[in-house]
């Protein structure tokens, strides 16, 4: 016998003992799918019975903790600090002189502009008296008005130059770290110290495009911060106009209170935003949703028989999922066993 015969004789022998095998095999299935009696085997799961609930739908975001109003304190004209007249770390008044640059020069200045002034002030009555005999002519007395205006907008600047020696808070808060001291040289460059009201503290943080529609201006929310377990509140005050193109998400600020003063800007806040509250709403356990390739499914009891229902869902929370569509209120939905579950599969199921 030629060896390409023995080659194929045992190739098709081959072939028949596979052929035996899934004969076999789905024969050993089909009967452990049934009992001893020929039945079809049930299988015992565990469900619940659907009922429609309220959700309190809301979800779960990082913000930023950030100053309701804050400022560099600068000086704005250059020169020789004589005083500070606040405590680094302090409370500070809307008003209340911080420090005070030397003004020595610039009132020397206002000195002469003043003399000007006045000698300006001279030559136009004059020129006036002039002008009503005709000794002058209209030219000459607006000249001479001219340079009296001229004068008192000189006198006018060095005065509010002057001014600017005296550095005032601009609103009340809490002072920062300074870094001069008197008889520092300082030029507007020179951060002094950062100035910030905390009483009252904003929260910044964004939420994606598809919750965007179900957002309630004006609303209250709450959050925590690293390290404590205490709750605190906020109200939504100001939502960004658009959605950023590059995240896709929108940005919102709310504010809250500090008076107890334990928050501080700068911290990162775990903010719990609510959104619409659901009336009727069809809530799952996690474990029954089954992820598949089109989407995700489950399965109800109908009649002994377990029934494959494609469903759409959204917010999830630990422990249970909103289903917005695929399942009604009475339906019996099996919550054990469903990654090894079939269609069609017989079940028994135990009501939790």
């Known amino acids: ?37 020929g039945k ?21 975001l990082s913000g930023t903790i950030e100053a309701n109003e804050q400022v560099e304190i600068r000086s704005e004209v250059s020169g020789i600090v004589e005083g500070i007249y606040f405590n680094e ?19 020397a200045q206002l000195g002469q502009a003043t003399t000007k002034e006045n000698l300006a002030s001279e030559n136009e009555r004059r020129a006036k008296l002039l002008l009503t005999k005709e000794a002058i002519s209209q ?33 009340s808060g809490k002072i920062g770290l300074r870094s001069i001291s008197t008889g520092t040289y300082i030029t507007p460059s020179i951060l002094v110290a950062k100035l910030v009201n905390i009483e ?47 995240t896709r998400t929108l940005q919102i600020r709310a504010i809250t209170e500090n008076k107890s003063g334990k928050l501080f800007p700068g911290t990162f806040a775990n903010v719990e935003l609510p959104l619409n ?17 089109n989407g995700k499914k489950v399965f109800i009891s109908v009649g002994g028989k377990a029934k494959e229902i494609m469903v759409e869902t959204t917010t999830r929370t630990d422990a249970s999922v909103l ?27 135990k009501i939790k």
């Open 40 to 60: 079809e085997k049930v299988l015992n799961v565990e469900g619940i019975v659907l009922k429609e609930v309220t959700f309190d739908n809301s979800i779960s």
């Open 277 to 293: 509250i659901i009336k009727d709403a069809i809530i799952v356990p996690t474990e029954a949703i089954v992820p598949i390739q």
């Open 139 to 171: 030219e000459e007395f607006d000249i001479a008005k001219a340079d009296l205006k001229l004068a008192q907008a000189q006198t006018q600047l060095i005065k509010a130059q002057i001014a600017k020696t005296s550095v005032r808070a601009p609103f």
């Open 89 to 107: 770390g302090s409370t500070v008044s809307k008003g209340q002189l911080l420090f005070k640059v030397n003004d020595l020069e610039l009132r």
């Open 1 to 37: 016998m030629k060896l390409k015969q023995v080659v194929f004789i045992l190739v098709i022998i081959g072939f028949g003992v596979f052929i035996g095998y899934r004969i076999i095999s789905n024969k050993a299935k089909n009967n452990d799918s049934k009992d001893k009696g």
């Open 323 to 349: 289903v917005l569509s695929g399942l009604n209120e009475g339906d019996t939905l099996i919550t054990s066993g469903v990654m090894s579950l079939k269609n069609e599969a017989a079940v028994k199921v």
């Open 200 to 246: 009252k503290l904003k929260i910044t943080f964004s939420i994606p495009e598809k919750y965007v529609s179900q957002l309630k201006p004006n609303s209250n929310l709450s959050f925590t911060v690293a390290g404590s377990n205490e709750k605190y509140h906020a109200k939504i005050y100001a939502i960004e106009p658009e959605v950023a193109i590059a």
